[in-house]
């Protein structure tokens, strides 16, 4: 159970950390209006890579991050879409 936590810790910290790399120094793109999701919803990030947002989840944009946010906003799922050699 500690280890799950602490992955869970890892994973959060990591992701806030690509966020605020991915926003860093770029110009601010405009946001998307949160969404509120009424069914399951097949989705695509901003480079087309599909994913499911749950219902009652709300949905936005901001340039290359897509945050699928819970109904009690105390949980998030990031992507953010990079482009990498490897």
Do not use: N, Y
Request: with cysteine; charged share 20%; net charge neutral.
């Amino acid at each position: 159970m500690k280890a799950q936590r602490l992955l869970c810790l890892v994973l959060a910290g990591a992701a806030a950390t690509l966020l605020a790399r991915a926003t860093e120094g770029a110009p601010q793109e405009p946001v998307t209006k949160a969404q509120v999701l009424a069914t399951d919803t097949p989705s695509t990030t901003t480079a087309g890579h599909t994913f499911i947002a749950p219902a009652g989840w709300s949905l936005r944009t901001r340039g290359k991050v897509t945050v699928v946010e819970a109904p009690e906003g105390d949980a998030r799922v990031v992507f953010v879409d990079v482009e990498a050699k490897d």
